[in-house]
Every structure is written in structure tokens, then in C-alpha cells.
């Protein structure tokens, strides 16, 4: 008789955790929703004939499904420029701001010298700062030196932009990773580079993956930078060409927008999949030691 009644508190208690535990997965399912429904309506749109898309009444599934939205923006002659132009300014803002983020970052994690919490006040601080406060100094800064409309002008200042939040996300990455692993390199004979490159390098490689995942999505998703600073049309990137959907003389073209939308979308999404299983890896070891 007093195991069974000690039994039911526990019964009690996974009962209300079974319950909390639905609650919380109804909640989930919810947001889910809200999220996705979005990227639905959006690739529901781009299937639409233009006049079925502008119809007052919604259709949540084409009435008349067909694919020359897409047809008409993939023969677009600007289309491969621009999606050109997007990835090599996209790769080059990535690869430089990881590179001068982790040597910052590894100054910053390892190193203790004078001024170092000015350094990482600065820099959060200046992260705080809007972009569009700098726009204007920034334009004015490129147009003296010849920046504007040059790859080297649109990198840099998407380097400008995600370099202090590289910084400070490395920083904890490499705040997590063991002093003594370094220290017994040294023993060994290892000079500096070597224990960056041949040892921080591979630990911290699911950090770097998460950093540039955000590098990655705020170069991929600007239009006011690459608007401003970009002289010749041949050098738009694929946010500014999205905007040639919508003119004074044909209105938007919800249709054509939306097809542009999704393919615009599928290099991030691609970029998602390569790095899934490291970014997982890198989010968890990041929240170990900040």
C-alpha cells in the first residue's frame, strides 16, 4: 500500500510534464506556422499568372499553375550578372571578415594586454551604431578613394558592417576552447601559427561556420549599400535587380517578384544545408562560455 502511494506523485508529476511538454509543442507548431506561411504564400504567388495574382480574392492554390514566372526571370540578361556580381562580393565579404575576425578574436580571447576592454567596448558599440547612420560618411569616404562601383568597395563595406559581431562571436568560441591544449603545443615546439592554424583553426571550425552564417545573409540581403554605391547596373547585385519588378509604368509584377524572391532565396538555402550539421555544432559550443 505505500508503494502504490508512493507512486502516484511521480505518475502525478510525469503526467504534468507530458503536458507542459504538448503545450510547448503546440506553441512551437504555431510559430512554425507564422514562420513558414510566409515562404508558402510566396512560392504560391510566383505560380500564378499575373492576373490570377492580382485578384482580390486569395487562392491559398493556383487556380492555373504555371512556371514561365520563372521562365521569364531566369532569361532575363541581367539575371546572371547580378547573381554573379551577389556571389563574389557575397564570398569575398565572408572570407575576409572570418579571416580578420579570428586573428582579432584569438588577440582578444588569449592575449592580455592594455586597453583590451576598451577594444571589446569599442566594438560592441560600434555594432549598436545603425548602418545607415555610416551611409553617408562611408559614401563620401569611397567616392575620395575610387570605391564606388568596384567589388572592392561593396566588400569592404559589408566587412565594415559584420566585423565587430565576428569579432565578439569568435571570441567566445575561442574563450571555450582549453588554454592547456595550446600550452602542450607549445611544449611540444609549436610556434604561433602553427597552434592557430593546426589547432584553434579545427576547434574552432563550427564557431567560424556559425559566424559565417550571419556574414553570409547580411551581405546576401543588402540593397541599400550595394544601391548607393553602385554606379553601372551591369554591377548590381540581386537585391537591387529585385527591385525592377515594381515600375512606375507597369506596376509590380507580383508574380515575376515572387518567382525572383524564390530563386534569390535558393542560394541561402543551399548554403544552409552545406553548413546545417556544423552550425548546430557551432551555436551549441558558442553557449558553453561566452
Given amino acids: 500500500m505505500s508503494r502504490v502511494a508512493a507512486r502516484r506523485p511521480a505518475t502525478g508529476a510525469g503526467r504534468r510534464r507530458r503536458g507542459s511538454r504538448r503545450r510547448a509543442d503546440a506553441v512551437g507548431l504555431l510559430f512554425a506556422l507564422v514562420w513558414v506561411f510566409p515562404v508558402y504564400w510566396m512560392i504560391n504567388t510566383a505560380f500564378k499568372p499575373r492576373s490570377e495574382a492580382l485578384s482580390r480574392t ?6 492555373h499553375p504555371t512556371a514561365e514566372n520563372f521562365v521569364a526571370v531566369l532569361t532575363q540578361p541581367v539575371f546572371l550578372a547580378n547573381l554573379r556580381n551577389s556571389l563574389i562580393v557575397v564570398s569575398g565579404s565572408v572570407l575576409l571578415s572570418l579571416a580578420l575576425g579570428l586573428f582579432a578574436a584569438t588577440a582578444l580571447a588569449r592575449f592580455r594586454f592594455r586597453g583590451r576592454r ?10 549598436m551604431l545603425p548602418a545607415t547612420a555610416l551611409l553617408i560618411p562611408t559614401f563620401l569616404v569611397f567616392n575620395s578613394l575610387g570605391l564606388l562601383g568596384t567589388y572592392a568597395g561593396l566588400i569592404l563595406s559589408y566587412v565594415a558592417s559584420v566585423l565587430p ?7 567566445g568560441f575561442l574563450l571555450a576552447i582549453p588554454k592547456e591544449v595550446e600550452e ?4 611540444d615546439g609549436a610556434s604561433d601559427w602553427r597552434i592557430i592554424w593546426r589547432i584553434l583553426f579545427p576547434l574552432v571550425t563550427p564557431g567560424i561556420v556559425a559566424t559565417s552564417v550571419f556574414a553570409f545573409v547580411s551581405a546576401w540581403n543588402d540593397f541599400i549599400v550595394a544601391y548607393t554605391f553602385t554606379k553601372d547596373q ?17 506596376g509590380i509584377d507580383y508574380s515575376g517578384l515572387m518567382a525572383a524572391s524564390a530563386l ?3 542560394p541561402v538555402m543551399v548554403f544552409f544545408l552545406i553548413v546545417q550539421r556544423n552550425l548546430v555544432r557551432g551555436v551549441a559550443a558558442g553557449a558553453v562560455k561566452g
Fill in 58 to 63: 486569395p487562392a491559398f492554390v493556383p487556380a
Fill in 184 to 187: 602542450a603545443a607549445m611544449v
Fill in 234 to 250: 551591369s554591377r548590381y547585385t540581386l537585391p537591387v535587380w529585385l527591385a525592377s519588378f515594381a515600375t512606375q509604368q507597369t
Fill in 165 to 171: 559581431i565576428t569579432i565578439w562571436l569568435l571570441r
Fill in 118 to 127: 576598451v577594444v571589446m567596448t569599442t566594438i560592441l558599440v560600434i555594432q
Fill in 264 to 266: 534569390f532565396s535558393v
